[in-house]
């Protein structure tokens, strides 16, 4: 069974920074493509960012330049470094992983910016 855990949101002011994690168990983490997910209030979830198992890294438009997306397979947990955050980035976060064709999903973790 996959669990997914989420940390590090909170309330922080535009501009500033936070860094989210996501701790995996019951997954070979290592070959496991991990993603980044985030839902607003009243939008559908989309896609933030995507790290392959070798560390290859895709960003949604909307977070290019400022969201860094990385991986510490010995301790089974992404990070989502996020920069120069702006009150549209406000939404609760989700971590993602799919094996054996099964979508698994973190409890999320809310961020909110202030402007």
């Known amino acids: 069974q996959v669990q997914l855990v989420e940390s590090g949101g909170g309330l922080v002011q535009a501009g500033g920074s936070l860094r989210l994690s996501c701790a995996a168990t019951?997954?070979?983490?290592?070959?496991?493509?991990m993603k980044w997910y985030r839902q607003a209030p009243g939008k559908q979830r989309e896609l933030v960012a995507v790290i392959s198992s070798g560390g290859d890294t895709t960003y949604a438009d909307s977070v290019k330049g400022r969201f860094t997306l990385s991986r510490d397979n010995a301790k089974n947990t992404v990070y989502l470094q996020m920069n120069s955050l702006k009150a549209e980035d406000t939404a609760v976060y989700y971590c993602n992983t799919v094996q054996w064709n099964l979508n698994y999903w973190g409890q999320g973790t809310q961020v909110t910016v202030s402007s």
């Open positions: 019951g997954t070979a983490f290592r070959i496991n493509v």
